[in-house]
């Protein structure tokens, strides 16, 4: 798709998940025999008409590295489409990514160098079927600065997520990290909104927006600071998950445990 640049985040240690990740960062974790959990990523990605894809790695990122290289050398760049692999540069700072909004400001000069109109920002570690173009199509269509993907989860299920509280619009009026007890959709209290890690931007939204979580002290994560940073003066919206197995229960699964993985 013209105009749109794609990032995964794929630098996770994945401590959680040790032993298996021993030797390999978090996404190139094994599944399924010959395929890795950021293939999930990658597959939407290429089913989403998505080619423009810079994949930020970090933590023992060989075994990953290896991967893309081998597994997906199918983008042709004469025809505009590349997969990138980009270590951490230390353009900006001395240090290894912060957090997630801090790996995109130390690659800010690889967004400003495509220019493009809209950044959909990605997980390399979850587990999930989605068409990221119905997503795009609904942020356009609210005029989104920025748009957060969203799933409904009992209320008492959400401790581990970032939840979303929205209006009848589906636009955030507010966002809590882990919360010990979250605030349920207006018009089922039982459930709320949690964030699956997914996002799109409009460049300019997102570059102002991580250059000025730089300059603060903090987590430096979209969902502990920048979204909730954003919620008052841009307009940020929920876009509720579609699974494209179309099964009767939604799957998503962020792989952050070894039960998780299992």
């Not at 293939?39 to 089913?47: E, H, M, P, V, Y």
């Amino acid at each position: 798709m013209k105009g749109v640049m794609t990032i995964i985040l794929a630098g996770g240690k994945g401590e959680r998940l040790y032993p298996l990740t021993k030797d390999r960062a978090k996404p190139a974790v094994p599944f399924g025999g010959i395929y890795r959990i950021i293939d999930f990523t990658l597959s939407n990605c290429l089913n989403s008409d998505l080619r423009k894809i810079y994949v930020l790695t970090q933590y023992k990122s060989i075994s990953l590295d290896r991967h893309l290289r081998l597994g997906w050398n199918i983008f042709h760049p004469h025809l505009d489409e590349d997969l990138c692999i980009i270590p951490p540069q230390q353009r900006s700072s001395s240090h290894w990514y912060e957090g997630t909004a801090d790996a995109i400001f130390q690659n800010i000069y690889s967004v400003e160098a495509e220019r493009p109109d809209h950044v959909v920002i990605l997980a390399g570690d979850h587990v999930y079927k989605m068409n990221y173009q119905k997503m795009l199509q609904d942020h356009l269509n609210n005029d989104a600065d920025v748009t957060v993907g969203a799933l409904e989860y009992p209320v008492e299920q959400t401790r581990e997520f970032g939840v979303m509280q929205v209006d009848r619009s589906r636009r955030l009026t507010g966002f809590q990290e882990k919360p010990e007890r979250a605030i349920g959709l207006p018009d089922d209290p039982s459930k709320a909104l949690v964030s699956m890690g997914i996002y799109v931007f409009k460049t300019s939204v997102l570059i102002q927006a991580v250059c000025e979580d730089a300059k603060k002290d903090g987590a430096h994560d979209f969902g502990k600071s920048v979204i909730p940073s954003l919620i008052s003066s841009h307009r940020v919206f929920a876009y509720p998950f579609v699974d494209e197995n179309r099964k009767e229960v939604r799957y998503w699964r962020d792989i952050g445990t070894l039960d998780a993985y299992w």
